[in-house]
């Protein structure tokens, strides 16, 4: 079983920052790329952002770039969103997830956290 759980969310005014966590636990032999997801009230799940487990090609939604940026922790088997000049569309529940490999020679699974609530007043 693997479990992600994300954390950091909450609320904040109209150019402020908040740093959101998402650590993967459970069994798991390696875990390839890694993402955050969003989803505001009465719209669709979108991506935000993707990392890969060398961080070599990351991928930012158009809206974010240059105001939020991905990195992980591999040691930690853990991936940040760095979100600052936040603004209030960009409330909505963050989601991460993450492909893992449970057992050598075995192929991917991708595994979803519950969501943290991030909420920007104006």
């Known amino acids: 079983q693997v479990q992600l759980v994300e954390s950091g969310g909450g609320l904040v005014q109209a150019g402020g920052s908040l740093r959101l966590s998402c650590a993967a636990s459970g069994s798991i032999f390696r875990i390839n790329a890694m993402g955050w997801y969003r989803q505001a009230p009465g719209k669709q799940r979108e991506l935000v952002a993707t990392?890969?487990?060398?961080?070599?090609?990351?991928y930012y939604q158009d809206s974010i770039k240059g105001r939020f940026t991905i990195s992980r922790d591999n040691a930690r088997n853990t991936v940040y969103l760095q979100m600052n000049s936040l603004k209030p569309e960009d409330t909505a529940v963050y989601y991460c997830n993450a492909d893992v490999i449970r057992a050598a020679l075995t192929t991917p699974n991708t595994y979803w956290g519950q969501g943290t609530q991030v909420t920007v007043s104006s």
């Open positions: 990392i890969t487990r060398r961080n070599s090609t990351n």
